[in-house]
Nanobody, 118 residues
Framework: QVQLVESGGGLVQAGGSLRLSCAAT????????MGWYRQAPGKQRDLVAT???????NYADSVKGRFTITRDRAKNVVYLQMNSLKPEDTAVYYC????????????WGQGTQVTVSS
């Protein structure tokens, strides 16, 4: 099994910044893709950003130029730096990892609330 622990959410004013972290722990696993989704009240869970094993990144159009996803491969941690936050960024943010060796599959974090006030 792979466990994910998220941190870094909170309340921020529009134009501010937050940094989310997600650490994967477990035994004998290898991770390929990592990323973040978000879900606003009454809406579906949408992709925010992904980062592949080779470091290639992908972003939703709504966050391009404002959010940056990075990873620490040695520590199995993925980060989401969020700048120029807008009220429409308010959502619960979920990280995920795709494990490809050992306990294969997609694993999810518990979610962290991000609230952007206008």
């Amino acid at each position: 099994q792979v466990q994910l622990v998220e941190s870094g959410g909170g309340l921020v004013q529009a134009g501010g910044s937050l940094r989310l972290s997600c650490a994967a722990t477990g035994t004998r696993f290898n991770i390929n893709d990592m990323g973040w989704y978000r879900q606003a009240p009454g809406k579906q869970r949408d992709l925010v950003a992904t980062i592949g094993g080779g470091g290639i990144t992908n972003y939703a159009d709504s966050v391009k130029g404002r959010f940056t996803i990075t990873r620490d491969r040695a520590k199995n941690v993925v980060y989401l730096q969020m700048n120029s936050l807008k009220p429409e960024d308010t959502a619960v943010y979920y990280c995920y990892v795709d494990a490809v060796v050992g306990p294969r599959g997609r694993y999810w974090g518990q979610g962290t609330q991000v609230t952007v006030s206008s």
